[in-house]
Structures are given as structure tokens and as C-alpha cells.
């Protein structure tokens, strides 16, 4: 059996795009966690094959207690591997003795060994590895969705049939058939958690969003979990505590049921590799919800707390409420508004911008509002005001190349609009293009899950002008960092949706023979620069 990690090297970790050489992290993260984390997330995924294969030799019924436990406990220990996530020794073992106790309690069943999940021939491991890094991207929106009391069995049963199929022998042909039904799946997670958002806080609607904070104490919020948001606004009420969003909590904004906490003031920072320069000696507390946390620095480890799957050592975890189905009871925030009221804030009002130099940032233009104004869309593209339309979008990262991003929109023509979301868009969303058919140039559809959003508005332009979505003067130019990154490209190519633009480089779990099937049947293209790529798009 051929070894794609080297017995000698203490870690094997090629899920990110920052991967040492752009081949695999091996001595220690890029992302900073340590060869313990990564053979324990291992570890932790060998003991879930066990677990998936346990429940189904137990044939549990999709209303029996056990099969809901074990369906959230697949989920969040999923969810607990993606990047950024947990650097916590310490809760990862608590994990494993769970899903192996569980495993136990069903009458057992065999692991995939973790060496063996980076074993084998090498277009098989590329497969394999894609498929689990797929289910972890999955795992954190089937998480979100779960807390706002939304699930659904299609989804759950897919975790247990991906994590038996990591441990069964397939031929490439059929590698690929599960990565695109996996893909379809995924759409339906995706459209599950937003169903769970916009029935618990509105659908969003455009809003600018300063970037200056006020004098007194705050917050500030980084993350995906709007629930957690939520309860902190509550809590917070009347205390003279303002809330600020960071990174990927910046949509949060456009929500009508949270933007009505008049104590919800604007967004701090950009994207989340410039956190240890923006954090820097902060007067305020930071909530990590989900990923991105990095290793904090000393001059302001002292007031980062972590809740949910989150967790890093010698930092203050705010515990999840016993009912693992969600939202009740609230969480206690209680330590973090200490921590502000003693940090204090700033003495002034302190004026930031974006990378760009920008002072607002604007949000809220998710599905909803943009179909809303369909009518107006397609009369500007018939009347040649709009030529084509851009989504740009994805993960940031800390790698040179992403200024192609800022540089790509920068030189969009005037008669381009560009869509966005996830936290790719820190790298422009301060600029102003101006307007065109009455809307900005640059729309934020919102979270990287608002991919579904997107998917939305293509195909409802799609069915408006008579054509299919290829055929639509549209091209994704898509920027890539982790997991969730994965099991959205795989929904796109499950949808058909060709002639991709990926960058700033291509994955590592990507074989050469794998990489070519996705080229020769969907046209995934790897981004090369702002000005070629252009000019190939729009001749």
C-alpha cells in the first residue's frame, strides 16, 4: 500500500491552502496547530468510520434517541477538525472517548486505521481525502442549522454513508459519483441553515457598516454563529456595551432581528490572518464562535474566549447549555461583559478602515433582495447596461497571491458587477466602484454558506433569460483557504457549473490525475493574473 504521508514525520496535513510547499504540513501547522491536534483529528475521524459503521450494523431507527445523539456527535466532531477550529488536545480526546464509547454501546465495529486514511493509490487518496474534506465543510452548516432547531434526514444519513465510505475500497468512477452526490447534498445543507437563518432573524436586507468604534467598552464578535450574536446582544442590552462583528460576522449586520440592537455598532478588522495585528493589545474583549482562530498573542490572549466547537489552550471557553439541540437555554456571556466593563475600551472614538483604506463596508444583498429586484436586473443587462457579472469570492488567507482579488475587481469594467461573500471579500469590499442599474457595483451576498445565495440568483437569471447557467454572462472566480471551501466547489461541479476560476493555488489533497478529470469535465481553471484572466473572460 503505497503511504502518501512519510512514516518519519511526526503530522500529515494537507486540508488548507496554506500547506507547507504546497504539498502538506508536516513537522507543524501552518495554521498553527501542533502534531498532537493533527494525529488526534485523525484519530478522530478513524473513530468516526467506527462509529458510522456500528449505528449501521445496529439499524437504528431515525426517531430513536441513540441514532440523534450519535447523528450530533458525528456533526460536531466533524466540525471540531475543520481549520482553525480546535488547537485543544484536551477536547479532542474527550471526543474520541465519546464516539468509541458510543461506538461500544452499539455493539462495536472496526476503524479506519488513521494511518490508512492517507494511504493508497494516489488518485484514491486525492478522492477520499476530498470526500472527508467536503464532510467537514458540511458538518459546520449542518451544525448552525441544528442549533436554530432545523435538520434534515437526507443529511444526516449522508454523514453516515461518507464516513463508511472512507473505509471501503472504490474504484475512481465511483470515487467521483460520491463526491457529486455528496455535492447535491451539500446544496441541501446549505439551503437547510438558510432556511434556519432567515426564519429566526429576517431575510437581509443592504446596509453600510462603519468601521469606526466608539469610546466605551465593547465587544467584538468573530465567527459564523448568529445565534451566539444573538444571545450576546441580549445579554449585553443596557449595559452600555457596544458589539462590533470581525471577519466572517460581518453579514450578521443586514439581518433585520439582530441590526434592530441599536448596540450592534459596525465591523472591526478585516479577514481573520490579520488578527494577531489587529488584536494587538485591544481594550476589549473577543468571542471566537466557529474558525478562524489563530494562536493568540500574549498581548491579548488574556481576553479571547471561545464557545461551541472552538477551544485552544489556557483560553476561557463559554460551555454550550446541556440541551445539545440548541437554543435554549441561552449561553451564559457573563465572563465576557466583565471582561469589557473592566478592559474598559477605548478613551476616543478611533477611526479604522479596510485593507483599501475604506471607512464603511456594505452587506445585505443575499438571494432575497436580490431577486427581489430581478425585474430591474435583467432590464439592465437587455439594455446593455450590465455586460457581465462577476462572483468573486471564497476564503482569505495569509499567502502572497491574494492581492489578485483586489486587483481582479479593481479592474472589473465599469459595466460588470461584482457579487461576493465569505470572508474573500475583506480584500475589496472597502473600495467604491460606484453604481450601475441602480445597484453598487460591489454586493455582498454574505457568508461563505450564503453560497447558496448565489446559487440561487444564477438560476433564477438563468430561467428569467431563457438559458442555462453556463450560458449566463457569469464567471465564478473563486478564492479558496479551508473545508467549508471544499464541499461548495464540489456543489458547484455537482450542478454543473463550469469554467471555474480557483486560486490563489490548487488544493494539495488535488491529485495531477484527479486535478485533470475536474479540468477536462467541468473546466476548473487555476486563476493566473488579474489582467489574463480578464481578458480570457471577456475577450
Known amino acids: 500500500m503505497t503511504r502518501i504521508r512519510n512514516d518519519d514525520a511526526p503530522m500529515f496535513c494537507f486540508q488548507c491552502e496554506q500547506a507547507a510547499g504546497g504539498k502538506a504540513c508536516t513537522r507543524t501547522g501552518a495554521c498553527g496547530k501542533k502534531p498532537e491536534v493533527s494525529n488526534l483529528q485523525d484519530e478522530l475521524t478513524g473513530a468516526l468510520t467506527g462509529l458510522a459503521r456500528a449505528a449501521g450494523k445496529a439499524g437504528l431507527s431515525e426517531n430513536d434517541p441513540r441514532r440523534q445523539h450519535i447523528d450530533a456527535l458525528m456533526i460536531k466532531s466533524l466540525f471540531a477538525t475543520v481549520t482553525n477550529v480546535n488547537f485543544d488536545p484536551e477536547d479532542l480526546q474527550a471526543m474520541i472517548r465519546e464516539v468509541r464509547a458510543e461506538s461500544r454501546d452499539l455493539g462495536g465495529a472496526k476503524e479506519l486505521p488513521a494511518e490508512d486514511l492517507w494511504s493508497g493509490e494516489e488518485d484514491i487518496v486525492s478522492l477520499r481525502s476530498t470526500l472527508l474534506l467536503g464532510m467537514r465543510g458540511m458538518a459546520a452548516y449542518a451544525w448552525h442549522a441544528r442549533i436554530l432547531g432545523k435538520e434534515d434526514r437526507k443529511v444526516n444519513d449522508w454523514f453516515h454513508k461518507g464516513l463508511n465510505a472512507l473505509g471501503e475500497e472504490h474504484p475512481v468512477a465511483e470515487w467521483l459519483d460520491l463526491l457529486m452526490e455528496f455535492g447535491h447534498i451539500n446544496l441541501k445543507c446549505m439551503e437547510l441553515l438558510d432556511e434556519a437563518n432567515t426564519s429566526a432573524y429576517g431575510h437581509p436586507v443592504p446596509v453600510t457598516v462603519p468601521l469606526k468604534v466608539e469610546k466605551g467598552p465593547f465587544i467584538i464578535i468573530s465567527g459564523h454563529d448568529l445565534l451566539d450574536l444573538k444571545q450576546l446582544l441580549e445579554q449585553t442590552e443596557g ?110 472614538d478611533r477611526e479604522f478602515t479596510g485593507i483599501n483604506g475604506g471607512s464603511t463596508m456594505t452587506t445585505g444583498f443575499a438571494r432575497n433582495t436580490v431577486l427581489g429586484a430581478a425585474d430591474q436586473v435583467i432590464a439592465a443587462v437587455k439594455a446593455g447596461a450590465v455586460r457581465h457579472f462577476f462572483l468573486v469570492g471564497g476564503c482569505d488567507g495569509a499567502k502572497p497571491g491574494r492581492n489578485y482579488y483586489t486587483e481582479f475587481v479593481q479592474k472589473t469594467p465599469a459595466d460588470t458587477l461584482v457579487l461576493t461573500l465569505a470572508c474573500g471579500k475583506f480584500r ?84 495531477p490525475g484527479v486535478l485533470s478529470v475536474l479540468v477536462d469535465q467541468f473546466g476548473l481553471k487555476p486563476t493566473t493574473t488579474a489582467e489574463q484572466d480578464l481578458k480570457q473572460i471577456l475577450g
Open 239 to 348: 449595559k452600555g456595551i457596544q458589539i462590533y462583528t470581525h471577519g466572517e460576522m460581518l453579514p450578521a449586520h443586514g439581518y433585520p432581528e439582530l441590526k434592530r440592537h441599536a448596540h450592534l455598532k459596525g465591523n472591526f478588522g478585516t479577514a481573520w490572518q490579520n488578527q494577531q495585528k489587529e488584536f494587538d493589545g485591544v481594550p476589549a474583549p473577543i468571542l471566537f464562535t466557529t474558525n478562524c482562530l489563530m494562536p493568540p498573542r500574549a498581548s491579548y490572549a488574556d481576553r479571547v474566549f471561545t464557545t461551541a466547537m472552538v477551544g485552544y489552550p489556557g483560553l476561557i471557553h463559554i460551555p454550550d447549555p446541556e440541551d445539545e439541540k440548541g437554543a435554549k437555554p441561552p449561553k451564559d456571556f457573563t465572563p465576557i461583559i466583565q471582561k469589557a466593563l473592566e478592559l474598559g475600551g477605548y478613551s476616543e
Open 428 to 511: 475589496f469590499n472597502d473600495l467604491d466602484l460606484g453604481n450601475i442599474g441602480g445597484f453598487p457595483r460591489i454586493m455582498d451576498m454574505g457568508q461563505c454558506n450564503d453560497a447558496y445565495s448565489a446559487v440561487r440568483v444564477a438560476v433564477a437569471l438563468a430561467e428569467a433569460f431563457g438559458c442555462g447557467v453556463n450560458d449566463l454572462p457569469l464567471t465564478l472566480v473563486l478564492s479558496w483557504y479551508e473545508q467549508k471551501a471544499v464541499c461548495i466547489l464540489l456543489t458547484l461541479l455537482a450542478l454543473g457549473v463550469r469554467n471555474i476560476y480557483l486560486g490563489p493555488t490548487l488544493p494539495a489533497f488535488l491529485s
